[in-house]
């Protein structure tokens, strides 16, 4: 019998690197990215976050939304619709970057690689073609191609993803500066591999046409069988990127273009993002607003905290005060970190206390009882978890 | 050399913005890309001896424009000689309205008449002083924005509950429903709807803007009647062009604006002049185009100094023209059935379906298979237009799309012309005859030869998405712009299109701030 499938076309399409990852979630737990199934975790959230940390793993990125941007006007038009400068890239170099509003709002952040002088590919974690589409508006020379379908993507992350990638015969990657981009030869065909990524420690990201991407994940986890290579999911993600103090949307941010209420929404100076608005350069979308808030400053900051005790402050109310009568802002991610074996935190803090005395309400639960406490926590200006390996040329094992 | 201000267009509202501009004591420079001022409402020779104008009569000028800057002393005729209007009948019975007399309907139409007409003009009288303001910015708290919210908000409490409930009921409604509530006779509510539908893309049975349009066509002492001045409308144009001058500014014919420059450091960048085709660069302190906002923001601009949301705000205003405009030079009086002398505005639309109609092919992208028109015959007025014995045939064609399915070519302008003379000939059987030469310009026409988008009269159509502190988008529409020392002074901004001056007039008082 030929049954017709009544959700057709709503069901969840898959990576190129399913079948692999299918087989190795053990868990069977999924969520879905950008109408891609996706890995939860595939065996142990945990789990995969030490072998982030301590050995290697890969992170399907492929639901990742990947735009092309290529023409003689394309570097122009970025350059107007980002806040950082985008004639400052450097040819296989990648820029992470944050694009804003008229209002000065962030709408999503993401990165910028610049391929050639007239060739770019944005990513983001949002579908962004219908802002790209305006923003490309009335330059003569630009095409956006999106190629969220056509480009599979895996990052491998973590100390030894060097070495996995040397032994995959990856030669001179280990040339590879953060941020650097190379092009190798796998198969006869182009593999793009840039050391980016989103756990900040050592780490890359392979980029390479999907009907490669079961090749590539094969002759990877031979590399890597001696490396401790494994695949994590999102929670393992969320727990490497507080560490890096990387942000999320839906929860350091609110894309603005989704945001329904008056500034519900966060501009660049909020989340600490400063030092990618750059007013030295051509006009760009939300400068002016940017400009002024620039002057009189920002209503929030993003800090980041480091709280007392071991009670992941989760969906906490930040107050001036142990008494807390002063409310002053809001734990947006939280958690025990394992690496820094500390109890950390971002927070949106109301810019003018965000220097003084600052106070968490932890809510928690024990067997169906509901507790809080009040603890003391310690501003960090610093990521909590920054490796030195991270930033070495070649990194250690290479 | 560097100006005070530099003005992008000598149509109406650029040569009165100049003026004020130069009445207190600015130097100002108007450049106009074409050989002489007036945009719409410039004198268009179109066959030799032959004269008309796109824009043929006038309406609600403004009297205040008039006497500030002395029009009547730069030869600006007087306009008390109002037109009639004529709804034209096949079989000659003809219905005329001549200020507050209606002839040709029933007794019961003629009585609603009195009626309906004082009710709009209280309506309109109650909108008078909005037209000359400059909108309140959303948000601000400035006192003068303030003191015009509540000064609009008296102004309705002060009709009286009744009629400020019928103001708010019938603002946004289809022409054709306030029509019918009142009226029986179907070329009378043709007839009345007429100013409350021409240049915009609305026909009677279309919410939106049309009452509002009628009522801002009531603005002034003329209170909706239409004139021709002395010496037709480009009188106005070379009246203004007087002041202007006599006022300091000076006025390049021939000098088209190619770029707005958009200079300075890169925190404070500013409008610092214009460059012209040539090549050309002239400073200003402060730049103010009376062109079109598409025009200004899209191709003067360019969109590299505009924030994306801006941008695209600029990018979907609604500017698509529907009016197409045919001039005969005939070779004597056009004899209409049932007119002796065809004097007025002749409205050739039996009834509202008519209109309707020929507004359901154009909005497709079809020519209308039976357009509806507008004809003045204004050699009438001034004989100076057209050689002795012979006469000039003025008509506005509805509807006509500016995008064409197909696109626009010498056939389908040539098919169009035709289908407007044959409407022309229903009632004047002989028109074929007397015809020495023809003119027919489609909005795509009117776009290329008088450089506004769209071909649009308004410049940005009049619909309630783009009027008062909506037009012709905020951030724009308190006739400055994002860009410091841009100004706007068009028809784009508030209150709108038609020849009133008010736009150039607000913009001015804006910019002497």
């Given at each position: 019998?030929?049954?017709?499938?009544?959700?057709?076309?709503?069901?969840?399409?898959?990576?190129?690197?399913?079948?692999?990852?299918?087989?190795?979630?053990?868990?069977?737990?999924?969520?879905?990215?950008?109408?891609?199934?996706?890995?939860?975790?595939?065996?142990?959230?945990?789990?995969?976050?030490?072998?982030?940390?301590?050995?290697?793993?890969?992170?399907?990125?492929?639901?990742?939304?990947?735009?092309?941007?290529?023409?003689?006007?394309?570097?122009?038009?970025?350059?107007?619709?980002?806040?950082?400068?985008?004639?400052?890239?450097?040819?296989?170099?990648?820029?992470?970057?944050?694009?804003?509003?008229?209002?000065?709002?962030?709408?999503?952040?993401?990165?910028?690689?610049?391929?050639?002088?007239?060739?770019?590919?944005?990513?983001?974690?949002?579908?962004?073609?219908?802002?790209?589409?305006?923003?490309?508006?009335?330059?003569?020379?630009?095409?956006?191609?999106?190629?969220?379908?056509?480009?599979?993507?895996?990052?491998?992350?973590?100390?030894?993803?060097?070495?996995?990638?040397?032994?995959?015969?990856?030669?001179?990657?280990?040339?590879?500066?953060?941020?650097?981009?190379?092009?190798?030869?796998?198969?006869?065909?182009?593999?793009?591999?840039?050391?980016?990524g989103f756990t900040g420690d050592l780490g890359y990201?392979?980029?390479?046409?999907?009907?490669?991407?079961?090749?590539?994940?094969?002759?990877?986890?031979?590399?890597?069988?001696?490396?401790?290579?494994?695949?994590?999911?999102?929670?393992?993600?969320?727990?490497?990127?507080?560490?890096?103090?990387?942000?999320?949307?839906?929860?350091?941010?609110?894309?603005?273009?989704?945001?329904?209420?008056?500034?519900?929404?966060?501009?660049?100076?909020?989340?600490?993002?400063?030092?990618?608005?750059?007013?030295?350069?051509?006009?760009?979308?939300?400068?002016?607003?940017?400009?002024?808030?620039?002057?009189?400053?920002?209503?929030?900051t993003l800090t980041k905290l480091d709280i007392e005790g071991n009670r992941p402050a989760e969906d906490a109310r930040i107050y001036a005060n142990k008494r807390c009568t002063k409310e002053v802002g809001y734990v947006t991610s939280a958690m025990w970190s394992p690496a820094v074996k500390a109890n950390i935190a971002l927070a949106m803090i109301e810019t003018e206390h965000a220097q003084g005395e600052l106070w968490a309400e932890i809510h928690y639960e024990k067997e169906l009882r509901q507790y809080s406490r009040v603890v003391r926590c310690q501003r960090k200006d610093q990521p909590f978890w920054a490796p030195a390996r991270a930033k070495a040329t070649p990194p250690p094992d290479c | 050399m560097r100006y005070d201000a530099i003005v992008i267009g000598a149509g109406h509202n650029g040569l009165v913005c100049a003026a004020y501009l130069g009445r207190a004591g600015r130097r100002v420079l108007v450049l106009e890309a074409a050989e002489a001022p007036g945009g719409l409402a410039a004198d268009r020779e179109f066959i030799p001896g032959f004269h008309a104008s796109i824009a043929h009569s006038l309406s609600h000028f403004s009297a205040k424009v008039a006497t500030d800057l002395k029009l009547g002393t730069h030869g600006f005729g007087e306009l008390k000689q109002r037109l009639p209007t004529v709804g034209l009948r096949l079989g000659g019975e003809h219905l005329v309205l001549e200020g507050d007399a209606l002839a040709g309907v029933g007794a019961d139409d003629a009585t609603a008449y009195g009626d309906h007409q004082k009710r709009m003009r209280r309506f309109a009288a109650a909108l008078d002083p909005f037209w000359f303001k400059t909108m309140p910015r959303i948000g601000s708290a400035k006192p003068a924005d303030v003191r015009t919210f509540a000064h609009l908000g008296l102004n309705l409490r002060r009709m009286g509950k009744d009629d400020m409930r019928e103001f708010l009921r019938v603002a946004p409604l289809p022409i054709r429903d306030l029509m019918d509530e009142h009226f029986a006779d179907g070329a009378l509510k043709a007839v009345l709807s007429w100013d409350a539908l021409i240049g915009a893309k609305l026909a009677p049975r279309s919410p939106n803007g049309a009452v509002l349009a009628m009522l801002y066509r009531m603005a002034e002492a003329s209170r909706g009647m239409h004139s021709?001045?002395?010496?037709?409308?480009?009188?106005?144009?070379?009246?203004?062009?007087?002041?202007?001058?006599?006022?300091?500014?000076?006025?390049?014919?021939?000098?088209?604006?190619?770029?707005?420059?958009?200079?300075?450091?890169?925190?404070?960048?500013?409008?610092?002049?214009?460059?012209?085709?040539?090549?050309?660069?002239?400073?200003?302190?402060?730049?103010?185009?009376?062109?079109?906002?598409?025009?200004?923001?899209?191709?003067?601009?360019?969109?590299?100094?505009?924030?994306?949301?801006?941008?695209?705000?600029?990018?979907?205003?609604?500017?698509?023209?529907?009016?197409?405009?045919?001039?005969?030079?005939?070779?004597?009086?056009?004899?209409?059935?049932?007119?002796?002398?065809?004097?007025?505005?002749?409205?050739?639309?039996?009834?509202?379906?008519?209109?309707?109609?020929?507004?359901?092919?154009?909005?497709?992208?079809?020519?209308?298979?039976?357009?509806?028109?507008?004809?003045?015959?204004?050699?009438?007025?001034?004989?100076?237009?057209?050689?002795?014995?012979?006469?000039?045939?003025?008509?506005?064609?509805?509807?006509?799309?500016?995008?064409?399915?197909?696109?626009?070519?010498?056939?389908?302008?040539?098919?169009?012309?035709e289908r407007a003379i044959d409407a022309i000939a229903q009632y004047a059987p002989r028109i074929r005859d007397q015809i020495i030469h023809s003119e027919f310009l489609t909005p795509a026409d009117l776009e290329r030869e008088h450089r506004v988008t769209g071909g649009h009269w308004h410049h940005v159509e009049f619909a309630l998405d783009q009027l008062l502190m909506m037009r012709p988008t905020y951030e724009a529409a308190q006739y400055s712009t994002p860009i410091p020392g841009l100004h706007l002074c068009g028809a784009g901004c508030h209150p709108g299109g038609d020849l009133t001056g008010a736009p150039g007039h607000n913009a001015a008082q804006e910019i002497l701030q």
């Amino acid at each position: 019998m030929n049954a017709i499938d009544p959700y057709a076309g709503e069901r969840l399409k898959t990576s190129p690197f399913h079948p692999r990852q299918r087989a190795l979630n053990v868990r069977d737990a999924w969520t879905s990215w950008n109408g891609y199934q996706f890995a939860l975790h595939y065996y142990d959230a945990e789990y995969e976050y030490f072998c982030i940390r301590n050995a290697c793993a890969t992170y399907d990125i492929s639901p990742m939304q990947k735009y092309e941007i290529r023409g003689r006007d394309a570097e122009a038009m970025l350059n107007r619709m980002v806040t950082r400068d985008v004639a400052k890239i450097k040819p296989n170099r990648v820029a992470y970057c944050v694009w804003c509003t008229d209002a000065g709002r962030v709408i999503d952040d993401g990165t910028i690689f610049k391929l050639a002088g007239d060739r770019f590919m944005l990513t983001c974690g949002s579908p962004c073609a219908a802002w790209l589409e305006k923003s490309a508006f009335g330059f003569a020379e630009v095409q956006v191609t999106d190629l969220s379908d056509a480009l599979a993507a895996l990052s491998l992350q973590g100390p030894t993803s060097g070495a996995v990638l040397k032994k995959l015969g990856l030669n001179g990657v280990e040339n590879a500066k953060p941020f650097d981009i190379q092009h190798f030869s796998f198969h006869c065909h182009e593999l793009r591999v840039s050391r980016t990524g989103f756990t900040g420690d050592l780490g890359y990201e392979l980029w390479i046409q999907p009907d490669l991407a079961l090749e590539l994940w094969d002759e990877l986890y031979a590399a890597g069988e001696h490396h401790g290579i494994h695949p994590y999911g999102e929670a393992a993600t969320n727990m490497a990127r507080l560490e890096a103090g990387f942000i999320m949307p839906g929860m350091e941010f609110n894309e603005a273009l989704k945001t329904v209420r008056f500034e519900h929404d966060q501009t660049p100076f909020e989340l600490n993002l400063g030092w990618l608005v750059d007013f030295s350069k051509p006009h760009f979308s939300g400068r002016r607003a940017l400009l002024a808030e620039q002057e009189r400053g920002p209503r929030y900051t993003l800090t980041k905290l480091d709280i007392e005790g071991n009670r992941p402050a989760e969906d906490a109310r930040i107050y001036a005060n142990k008494r807390c009568t002063k409310e002053v802002g809001y734990v947006t991610s939280a958690m025990w970190s394992p690496a820094v074996k500390a109890n950390i935190a971002l927070a949106m803090i109301e810019t003018e206390h965000a220097q003084g005395e600052l106070w968490a309400e932890i809510h928690y639960e024990k067997e169906l009882r509901q507790y809080s406490r009040v603890v003391r926590c310690q501003r960090k200006d610093q990521p909590f978890w920054a490796p030195a390996r991270a930033k070495a040329t070649p990194p250690p094992d290479c | 050399m560097r100006y005070d201000a530099i003005v992008i267009g000598a149509g109406h509202n650029g040569l009165v913005c100049a003026a004020y501009l130069g009445r207190a004591g600015r130097r100002v420079l108007v450049l106009e890309a074409a050989e002489a001022p007036g945009g719409l409402a410039a004198d268009r020779e179109f066959i030799p001896g032959f004269h008309a104008s796109i824009a043929h009569s006038l309406s609600h000028f403004s009297a205040k424009v008039a006497t500030d800057l002395k029009l009547g002393t730069h030869g600006f005729g007087e306009l008390k000689q109002r037109l009639p209007t004529v709804g034209l009948r096949l079989g000659g019975e003809h219905l005329v309205l001549e200020g507050d007399a209606l002839a040709g309907v029933g007794a019961d139409d003629a009585t609603a008449y009195g009626d309906h007409q004082k009710r709009m003009r209280r309506f309109a009288a109650a909108l008078d002083p909005f037209w000359f303001k400059t909108m309140p910015r959303i948000g601000s708290a400035k006192p003068a924005d303030v003191r015009t919210f509540a000064h609009l908000g008296l102004n309705l409490r002060r009709m009286g509950k009744d009629d400020m409930r019928e103001f708010l009921r019938v603002a946004p409604l289809p022409i054709r429903d306030l029509m019918d509530e009142h009226f029986a006779d179907g070329a009378l509510k043709a007839v009345l709807s007429w100013d409350a539908l021409i240049g915009a893309k609305l026909a009677p049975r279309s919410p939106n803007g049309a009452v509002l349009a009628m009522l801002y066509r009531m603005a002034e002492a003329s209170r909706g009647m239409h004139s021709i001045p002395l010496g037709s409308v480009p009188s106005l144009i070379e009246s203004l062009r007087r002041s202007a001058a006599a006022f300091g500014a000076e006025i390049r014919c021939a000098a088209e604006v190619s770029r707005i420059l958009v200079e300075g450091g890169a925190n404070d960048l500013a409008a610092k002049g214009v460059q012209l085709a040539d090549g050309e660069r002239l400073d200003a302190d402060c730049v103010v185009s009376a062109t079109d906002p598409k025009r200004t923001f899209l191709d003067l601009v360019g969109v590299r100094f505009l924030d994306i949301g801006f941008t695209n705000r600029i990018r979907r205003l609604r500017c698509d023209g529907y009016v197409a405009k045919l001039h005969l030079a005939l070779d004597g009086l056009p004899e209409f059935d049932g007119l002796e002398r065809p004097r007025g505005r002749l409205i050739a639309a039996p009834d509202m379906d008519a209109i309707e109609f020929a507004f359901d092919d154009a909005k497709h992208g079809g020519l209308p298979a039976r357009p509806v028109l507008e004809m003045v015959v204004p050699s009438l007025e001034d004989a100076s237009l057209a050689p002795p014995g012979r006469q000039v045939l003025s008509a506005h064609v509805l509807y006509v799309p500016y995008r064409l399915q197909g696109g626009w070519t010498d056939a389908a302008r040539e098919r169009m012309r035709e289908r407007a003379i044959d409407a022309i000939a229903q009632y004047a059987p002989r028109i074929r005859d007397q015809i020495i030469h023809s003119e027919f310009l489609t909005p795509a026409d009117l776009e290329r030869e008088h450089r506004v988008t769209g071909g649009h009269w308004h410049h940005v159509e009049f619909a309630l998405d783009q009027l008062l502190m909506m037009r012709p988008t905020y951030e724009a529409a308190q006739y400055s712009t994002p860009i410091p020392g841009l100004h706007l002074c068009g028809a784009g901004c508030h209150p709108g299109g038609d020849l009133t001056g008010a736009p150039g007039h607000n913009a001015a008082q804006e910019i002497l701030q």
